[in-house]
């Protein structure tokens, strides 16, 4: 072999190496590209990751408040609505004990009377307050009292700002538990007050005789 096919060989070698440590250095930077994309592509992967559980905590964590804030409103809104109700309730209870009060002394549950009950005899005793002893009347059954008063009546104009007393006729019925000598009843009417005495009946005893 000449020279100058020697030279020519040794150029081919050289450009030969030269080739492979270039296709050697593009190799290793080409698999550090794509080293580095992958990490960049895994990092970027777990930032979604924990941003979408980061998002979606608070978002459970929002609907959870929310549900709570409605759930607060509404039991605060019952409470309200029943402590309103109750006092609705409560004034109109009121407002039926002051008619029913008013309604018993027009539709005739007063006079107020005490009944005493004795072995021998019952005693009612009545407030009849401003009433005369002629416009008061007693009748009585074995088992029923029924005193009826009249007292000062008002002009129907009357502008009350307060109405407590008796007032027109009233009518009082009171039922006996046990029966009375109606024939021995006593009544009478000393400083307004109405005292009746009903002696009770009392059982006749026969003794038998024993054969």
């Given at each position: ?54 998002t979606a905590a608070i978002k459970d964590e929002a609907s959870e408040k929310t549900t709570e804030l409605k759930e607060n409103t509404e039991k605060t809104r019952k409470q309200a609505e029943n402590k309103i109700n109750d006092f609705i309730n409560s004034l109109k209870g009121k407002q ?116």
């Open positions: 072999m000449d020279k100058t096919s020697k030279t020519k060989e040794k150029a081919i070698e050289v450009k030969k190496g030269a080739l492979e440590k270039t296709l050697d250095a593009k190799d290793k930077a080409l698999d550090k590209t794509l080293e580095a994309k992958d990490k960049a592509l895994m990092k970027t992967s777990q930032i979604k990751k924990d941003t979408g559980t980061k039926d004990e002051l008619g029913k009060t008013l309604s018993d002394y027009a539709t005739g549950e007063k006079p107020l009377t005490d009944i005493i009950s004795s072995p021998e005899s019952f005693i009612i005793k009545a407030d009849l307050p401003g009433v005369s002893k002629e416009d008061v009347s007693v009748h009585i059954t074995e088992d029923l009292v029924e005193i009826t008063a009249k007292f000062e009546d008002y002009p129907e104009d009357a502008d009350f700002i307060k109405k407590e007393r008796n007032y027109g006729e009233v009518n009082r019925k009171i039922k006996l538990p046990e029966l009375v000598e109606v024939k021995k009843a006593s009544a009478k009417f000393e400083d307004s007050v109405l005292t009746i005495e009903l002696p009770k009946v009392k059982e006749d005893k026969i003794k038998i005789e024993i054969d």
